[in-house]
C-alpha cells in the first residue's frame, strides 16, 4: 500500500510539473530555421552519452561543448523580412514573449538525446526495471523495495528541480557556475572515497544491494541528488557518494545510481520536451535530434559498462582529478577568450 502511494504521489508531482509548459506556441515552419550539422549531432550526443553516468558532470561538458559549437547565441532568430521569429508570442499576460534562439534550442537538444542515455540504462537494467514492474503488481516483494527505494530518492529532486528550475536556467547556466562545480565535486570525490575505505575497515554490518536500503537512506541520497541540480555538480557523482553513504559498495552504488538516473531523467527529459521541444525542432528538425539520441545511446552503454568496472577496482578517485583539470583548463581557456 505505500509503495502505491508513493507511486500516486511521484504521478501527480510529474503531473504537476508539466501544467505550466502547455503553454500555447507558434506553428512551426516548413522546415528548421537554422543549421546543426550531423557532426554537431554527433559530438553532442557523444558528449552526453560519455558523461551522463560518469562523475563528471553531463550538463558542464555540454555547456562547453555548446559554447565550443556555436550554438549557445542568445540573439532572437528573425525571419527574412527582418521580423524576431516568436517561439511563445508577446501577449498582455507576457509581454515580453518568448523569442526562437539557437540557445534555446540548443538547451533543450541536449536534455531532449538523454533519451538515449535513457534508453541505454533501460537495455542494460532491463531485469530491474521487470522487477520493479512486478513489484507493482504484488509479484516481486525485492522489486517493490527497489521501487520504494527509487522513488524515495526520486522525489526531492522532482519537487526541489520544479521550483527551482527556471531560476537555475537563468542564472547558473554559465562556465563560471561549472567551473565552481568541477572543484567542490572533486574535493567531495575525494573526501567520499577516504570515508568509503575507513568503512570497509570495520566490522559493522552494511546493506549489501540496493533493495536492502532503509527508506531513510534511500529519501537522503535523493536530497544529495538534489545538489546536482547546480551544473557542472553530476548528479551520478552525488548519488554515488549518497550510497558511499548509505553503506552500499562502488559497484551497488553505481547501480542504484542508474536506476535513479533512468526515473529522474525521464522526467526531465519529458518535462523539457514539453517545454521546449517544439522550440528545437522548428530550429533544427528531427533528424539531427534523433541520430544525437543514437549516439548518445551507444556512448552511455559503454561508458555505463566502463564504470561499473572501474569503481569496482579503483573507486571514484581517478574522476576528482579530472574535475581539477577541466577546472584549470577552462579557466585558461576563457581567461584567453577562446570559450
Not at 555505463?304 to 579530472?322: D, E, N, Q, T
Request: glycine letters at 8%; one cysteine or more; a positive charge.
Amino acid at each position: 500500500m505505500r509503495i502505491r502511494l508513493l507511486l500516486l504521489a511521484t504521478v501527480l508531482v510529474a503531473s504537476a510539473a508539466a501544467q505550466p509548459v502547455l503553454e500555447k506556441a507558434a506553428p512551426p515552419p516548413a522546415g528548421p530555421l537554422a543549421e546543426l550539422s550531423l557532426a554537431d549531432a554527433a559530438v553532442l550526443g557523444a558528449v552526453e552519452g560519455i558523461t551522463e553516468y560518469l562523475p563528471v558532470s553531463s550538463t558542464g561538458h555540454l555547456i562547453i561543448a555548446a559554447r565550443a559549437l556555436r550554438v549557445d547565441s542568445n540573439l532572437p532568430l528573425r525571419r527574412a523580412n527582418g521580423e524576431v521569429h516568436w517561439f511563445v508570442p508577446p501577449t498582455a499576460k507576457h509581454p515580453d514573449g518568448v523569442p526562437l534562439t539557437l540557445k534555446l534550442a540548443a538547451d533543450t537538444y541536449v536534455v531532449v538525446i538523454q533519451f538515449g542515455a535513457i534508453a541505454a540504462v533501460g537495455m542494460l537494467y532491463w531485469r530491474q526495471l521487470v522487477a520493479m514492474l512486478l513489484g507493482l503488481l504484488g509479484r516481486d516483494p525485492a522489486g517493490l523495495r527497489l521501487l520504494r527505494n527509487v522513488l524515495l530518492a526520486f522525489l526531492p529532486a522532482a519537487i526541489v528541480g520544479f521550483l527551482v528550475h527556471d531560476w537555475i536556467d537563468t542564472h547558473l547556466f554559465s562556465l563560471e557556475a561549472v567551473i565552481a562545480a568541477q572543484v567542490a565535486g572533486a574535493g567531495l570525490i575525494l573526501w567520499a572515497e577516504r570515508y568509503r575505505r575507513r568503512r570497509v575497515a570495520t566490522t559493522a554490518r552494511h546493506p549489501e544491494f540496493p533493495t536492502d536500503l532503509s527508506m531513510g537512506a534511500a529519501f537522503r541520497i535523493g536530497l544529495l541528488q538534489c545538489v546536482s541540480l547546480w551544473p557542472g555538480t553530476s548528479r551520478s557523482m552525488m548519488t554515488i557518494i549518497g550510497g558511499y553513504l548509505a553503506g552500499l559498495d562502488p559497484r551497488r552504488s553505481a547501480e542504484f545510481s542508474f536506476l535513479l538516473g533512468f526515473v529522474t531523467l525521464s522526467a526531465a527529459t519529458v518535462y523539457k520536451s514539453l517545454k521546449t521541444g517544439e522550440a528545437m525542432i522548428m530550429i533544427f528538425g528531427w533528424p539531427h535530434v534523433l541520430f544525437g539520441c543514437v549516439v548518445a545511446a551507444i556512448t552511455a552503454a559503454l561508458a555505463v559498462k566502463f564504470l561499473v568496472g572501474w569503481l569496482s577496482r579503483h573507486g571514484m578517485a581517478i574522476f576528482a582529478y579530472y574535475r581539477l583539470a577541466l577546472a584549470a583548463g577552462l579557466g585558461i581557456l576563457a581567461a584567453v577568450g577562446w570559450l
